[in-house]
């Protein structure tokens, strides 16, 4: 019987795959991608122990034929994200290590925070009050760039007579989201998926399905001042909670709000 030799060059193997392993978690993370992500390792690793550990041939000759196709069924799954992936290798981008550092030690939360949360608030009583219609997102762990590239970049302070220009019904970007990251009013005019749930409401318009569908995909919250209504709306996995006051928005944010923001 042969005895099982780990060296060096095995270690080495790991650490390599570990590290494809998280740049692929941090790039799916960005887009909503995960639930595939960890469905296809699931698959893989219920592949490896059927077809080389319990060497069941039926079974892992099935699922090696599966394997074999596997390389173009992800790439058709995540054409976008692959093709994201090489841009950013070829342009650079993303090997700032002066950012990086700079983004974990930036968790300060307090006052500063709260005033943010305020401006929000602010911008959504003021709009419901005139019926102006608005469809915030604000990030939490997904940094969600995929969906800010399809609209305009602003990279502002969050502010409430921002936020309300924005929404202006005569301003090019009100119908699109306006997405809050990092403490900053990142894009506006921002493309959304729609949810196709049939448990939505015929009353309930485009900016409210956008919202739980970018909520149902990632761990965002939205919010959703009605044009039609004057009402505000808070949605977060997918659950919408309708017609709030201006203080229980303010409770719902804080409250789902983590250090990331």
């Known amino acids: 019987m042969l005895g099982f030799q780990f060296g060096i060059k095995d270690i080495f193997d790991i650490i390599l795959v570990a590290v494809v392993l998280y740049y692929a978690y941090l790039l799916l993370k960005k887009t909503g991608g995960l639930a595939v992500f960890f469905g296809i390792i699931v698959f893989v690793v219920i592949w490896y122990l059927v077809f080389h550990v319990f060497q069941m041939e039926l079974l892992g000759g099935l699922l090696d034929k599966i394997m074999g196709v596997g390389g173009f069924a992800i790439i058709v799954i995540f054409h976008d994200e ?24 930036s968790n300060t939360v307090g006052e500063k925070q709260n005033i943010e949360i305020m401006q929000i608030v602010i911008a959504c009583r003021n709009m419901a009050r005139n019926y102006i219609g608005a469809l915030i997102v604000i990030t939490r762990n997904n940094d969600l760039e995929y969906y800010v590239q399809s609209g305009e970049i602003i990279d502002a302070n969050v502010n409430s007579r921002l936020i309300e220009n924005i929404f202006f019904k005569n301003s ?34 485009l900016r409210h399905r956008a919202a739980m569908g970018i909520t149902e995909q990632t761990d965002a919250m939205a919010i959703v001042v009605s044009e039609e209504t004057g009402t505000i709306s808070f949605v977060i996995n997918g659950q919408i909670t ?13 409250n789902n709000m983590i250090a990331d923001y």
């Open 172 to 205: 090019p970007l009100h119908d699109g989201a306006l997405i809050v990251a990092g403490r900053r009013l990142q894009a506006a005019g921002c493309i959304l998926p729609v949810s196709r749930s049939s448990h939505i409401p015929k009353t309930l318009g």
């Open 82 to 105: 692959i093709r994201r992936f090489f841009s950013r290798i070829g342009s650079g981008k993303g090997w700032n290590f002066v950012k990086i550092l700079k983004k974990i030690f």
């Open 242 to 254: 309708s017609k709030i006051s201006p203080e229980q928005l303010e409770e719902l944010i804080a």
